[in-house]
């Protein structure tokens, strides 16, 4: 029996560290992805040695001073204060707390700027909205667009340019870094790379509603020359994109990918104009409280 149990703890605990390997975000392939999983690591291990020590006291105290025959009723001495402990209980926590601060404040920091290792390389700006339940990728200097899907060329930083056309939504790209806030009426701006050619999942990441778990997006990381390839090949046969077509992509619900070889950003920017969704929306006769009573 005894032996039944402990086969059962061991394959448990097999199951669990197999499945963390799975986890995108400790599988980084970006140097974004990875500053973060370092940060991660760190924490976790530096918790689990404060965790394994206060467990081990907790643990040899109860036994060491627990109420046993030749040991009951026993009164402690009277106490009052001791510099050396108190002195030991202040200094302990401040160390641990330098130790966690320290590296974040700097990954932080370093994450607001293009990855060091491409520094020299000018980054490719893609301007990230999110409408529900929908992405847009606009490529300005290309002057290309696509819905749902993005290509980006490897070793060189992208610098994301992120609005929604209506909900708070956010960039998730677990595999080539942590997620960034779209919002109407605002931009905000997140430095991502990958450093390998490779299909990356990509998604919202904060609730939207019910359309909200399939607002999803794959990532095509290629060599440039693939990239330029694929460019010139929307440039030359995707259609432009009309504002008509996109007010109506804009009507909440999912829609499959596209590609245009234009950009919306000729006529809006949800970053400077949080309302256009709405007057999008109204041009079109949708009305959103019929549509949320159904
Ligand atoms: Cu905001």
Same mark, same amino acid.
């Given at each position: 029996?005894?032996?039944?149990?402990?086969l059962?703890?061991?394959? !448990?605990? %097999?199951?669990?560290? !197999?499945?963390?390997?799975a986890?995108p975000?400790?599988?980084?392939? *970006?140097?974004?992805? @990875?500053?973060?999983?370092?940060?991660?690591?760190?924490?976790?291990? +530096?918790?689990l040695?404060?965790?394994?020590?206060?467990?081990?006291? =907790? $643990? =040899?105290?109860?036994?060491?001073y627990?109420?046993r025959?030749?040991?009951?009723s026993? &009164?402690?001495?009277?106490?009052?204060?001791?510099?050396? %402990?108190e002195?030991?209980w202040?200094?302990i926590?401040?160390?641990?707390?330098?130790?966690?601060a320290?590296p974040?404040?700097?990954t932080?920091y370093?994450? &607001?700027?293009?990855?060091?290792?491409s520094k020299?390389?000018?980054?490719?700006?893609?301007?990230?909205?999110?409408?529900?339940w929908?992405?847009?990728?606009? #490529?300005? @200097?290309?002057?290309?667009?696509?819905?749902?899907y993005?290509?980006?060329?490897?070793?060189?930083?992208?610098?994301?340019?992120l !609005?929604s056309?209506?909900?708070?939504? $956010? +960039?998730?790209?677990?595999?080539?870094g *942590?997620? &960034?806030?779209?919002? $109407?009426?605002?931009?905000t701006?997140? #430095?991502?790379?990958a450093?390998?050619p490779?299909?990356?999942?990509?998604?919202?990441a904060? =609730?939207?509603?019910? *359309?909200?778990?399939?607002q999803? =997006?794959?990532? #095509? /990381?290629?060599?440039?020359?693939?990239?330029?390839n694929?460019?010139?090949k929307?440039?030359? @046969? $995707?259609?432009?994109?009309?504002?008509v077509?996109?007010?109506e %992509?804009? +009507?909440?619900g999912?829609?499959?990918?596209?590609?245009? !070889?234009?950009?919306?950003?000729?006529?809006?920017?949800h /970053?400077k104009?949080?309302?256009?969704a709405?007057?999008?929306?109204?041009r079109q006769? #949708?009305?959103?409280? @019929?549509a949320?009573?159904?």
């Amino acid at each position: 029996m005894k032996r039944v149990k402990h086969l059962f703890l061991f394959s !448990s605990l %097999l199951i669990f560290l !197999s499945g963390c390997s799975a986890l995108p975000v400790l599988d980084p392939k *970006g140097p974004v992805a @990875e500053a973060q999983k370092d940060l991660i690591v760190w924490s976790i291990s +530096l918790m689990l040695i404060v965790v394994a020590v206060v467990f081990g006291l =907790f $643990a =040899f105290i109860i036994t060491r001073y627990r109420e046993r025959p030749g040991h009951d009723s026993h &009164e402690p001495d009277e106490m009052e204060g001791n510099k050396w %402990l108190e002195i030991i209980w202040t200094v302990i926590p401040i160390i641990i707390v330098i130790l966690l601060a320290v590296p974040t404040v700097k990954t932080i920091y370093e994450l &607001e700027e293009a990855p060091k290792s491409s520094k020299d390389k000018e980054p490719l700006v893609i301007h990230a909205t999110s409408a529900n339940w929908k992405w847009f990728f606009s #490529y300005p @200097e290309q002057e290309i667009e696509t819905v749902n899907y993005l290509h980006i060329p490897e070793d060189r930083p992208i610098l994301f340019k992120l !609005s929604s056309a209506d909900s708070m939504a $956010a +960039l998730w790209i677990p595999r080539l870094g *942590g997620q &960034e806030y779209n919002m $109407a009426g605002m931009l905000t701006e997140i #430095y991502l790379q990958a450093d390998e050619p490779g299909v990356y999942q990509g998604r919202n990441a904060n =609730f939207t509603g019910k *359309g909200f778990t399939k607002q999803q =997006f794959k990532v #095509y /990381a290629e060599t440039p020359e693939k990239f330029q390839n694929w460019v010139n090949k929307t440039q030359d @046969e $995707a259609p432009a994109l009309t504002q008509v077509k996109y007010d109506e %992509l804009l +009507l909440p619900g999912h829609v499959p990918r596209q590609t245009y !070889s234009s950009t919306h950003l000729q006529w809006v920017n949800h /970053a400077k104009n949080a309302e256009y969704a709405i007057k999008a929306r109204e041009r079109q006769g #949708y009305d959103s409280e @019929e549509a949320e009573s159904h």
